[in-house]
């Protein structure tokens, strides 16, 4: 016999009321309510369908630091790409911007959405509180174990760039970029080692022992997560051909 919703609210020792808002994810209980209804229901092997109910809103997060379009102009085009398919869905869209120091949980309880998409760097913590609120959860522009995310081949493209540049016998490139805490960017600076100290010994550049270590060790920094750099004049030995 099929598990009914009377059936999660005896085992969750809540009303029906409170079975059907906590699965269908609507606002008007704690945390803690919605996570024992969840868990019940699927202790109950309760139909996982119904664990999934439609999505009606959906809230875009975005770090304080990518809040100014005119400087940031992909995160513009993001969001109107998100706008335009919660248009066509019939979703409602909001958008939080979020530091550090602010109570990520508290503002999500009162946009109150059914799923969360997340562009750009945010700090682990604040991934981490998203991720225990158990909606629906992408990141755009960003990567993390075990959370869906799209993601532009940011490798393939530096690799392009580089090949690129070699072609026109530019053998002394610098790389530009943000924190290397942000995925994209570590993406793109590891691809441009990956393809630099190779190059370097085939073609004979002259690169001094001392520096292809300082490269290599920049590798296994971003490999490992834990990049630091110091100041960039440290990294050029001789005025660049090509950033």
């Known amino acids: 016999m099929a598990t009914t919703i009377r059936d999660v609210a005896r085992e969750a020792s809540v009303s029906i009321g409170t079975v059907s808002r906590a ?10 309510t919605r996570v024992r209804v969840v868990e019940a229901a699927r202790r109950l092997g309760y139909d996982a369908a ?5 999505i009606r809103r959906l809230t875009f997060l975005l770090h304080r630091q990518h809040n100014n379009f005119a400087a940031s102009p992909f995160f513009s ?3 109107h790409g998100v706008e335009d398919a919660c248009r066509e869905r019939g979703i409602v869209p909001s958008v939080l911007t979020a530091g550090p120091t602010e109570d990520v949980a508290q503002q999500m309880r009162l946009h109150a959405p059914d ?3 997340v562009a750009g760097f945010v700090e682990p913590e604040t991934l981490a509180t998203l991720a225990a609120m158990q909606r629906p959860l992408v990141l755009i522009d960003l990567w993390a174990p075990g959370l869906r995310s799209v993601n532009l081949d940011n490798a ?4 392009l760039a580089m090949r690129h540049l070699f072609a026109q016998k530019r053998t002394r490139v610098a790389f530009i970029g943000g924190s290397l805490a942000h995925y994209s960017i570590a993406q793109r600076a590891l691809q441009r080692l990956n393809l630099i100290v190779p190059f370097a010994y085939e073609k004979y550049v002259s690169v001094s022992e001392s520096r292809i270590s300082k490269l290599l060790h920049m590798q ?3 490999h ?6 110091s100041h ?3 990294f050029l030995w001789r005025r660049p051909d090509d950033v």
């Not at 699965?23 to 803690?32: E, F, I, T, V």
């Not at 119904?50 to 439609?54: E, I």
């Not at 393939?156 to 690799?159: E, H, I, K």
């Open 77 to 79: 085009s993001v969001l």
């Open 115 to 117: 799923a969360i998409a």
């Open 220 to 222: 296994t920094q971003i």
């Open 23 to 32: 699965l269908k994810n609507q606002p008007g209980l704690s945390d803690a």
């Open 232 to 234: 960039p004049r440290s």
């Open 224 to 229: 490992t997560k834990t990049p630091k750099c």
């Open 156 to 159: 393939t493209g530096a690799a």
């Open 50 to 54: 119904q664990l999934r109910p439609r």
